[in-house]
Nanobody, 125 residues
């Protein structure tokens, strides 16, 4: 199970840190990702991180502003979001997929097996 938290209402330019806690003893065997879905839009990939934390991937619109990290000892994956923009407003979801999956598909929602419940991030202008 995945439990996302940390969402809230902030102003443009502010920072926010999302956290996702995973239950179970095999967390380190999963690639983790963050997705978001704005009203009326499809769910989109935001960031992903390899099982070891050694590789991270970002969608272009958040590069340089967002940082994904994980702590396998604590079974958590975080998303540090800086310089937030109104267009970052969305429900953010954490997700997990098998570490053996190809990194060519890391941005595809259908490649993820487990999903958290989502946390709402609202950025006002």
């Amino acid at each position: 199970q995945l439990q996302a938290s940390g969402g809230g209402l902030v102003q443009a330019g502010d920072s926010l840190r999302l956290s996702c806690a995973a239950s179970g003893r095999t967390f380190s065997s999963y690639t983790m990702g963050w997705f978001r879905q704005a009203p009326g839009k499809e769910r989109e990939f935001v960031a992903g991180i390899s099982w070891s934390g050694g590789s991270a991937y970002y969608t272009d619109s958040v590069k340089g502003r967002f940082t994904i990290s994980r702590d396998n000892a604590k079974n958590t994956v975080d998303l540090q979001m800086n310089s937030l923009k109104p267009e970052d407003t969305a429900v953010y979801y954490c997700a997990a997929r098998n570490a053996g999956s190809s990194y060519y598909t890391i941005r595809r929602p259908d490649s993820y097996v487990y999903w958290g419940q989502g946390t709402l991030v609202t950025v006002s202008s």
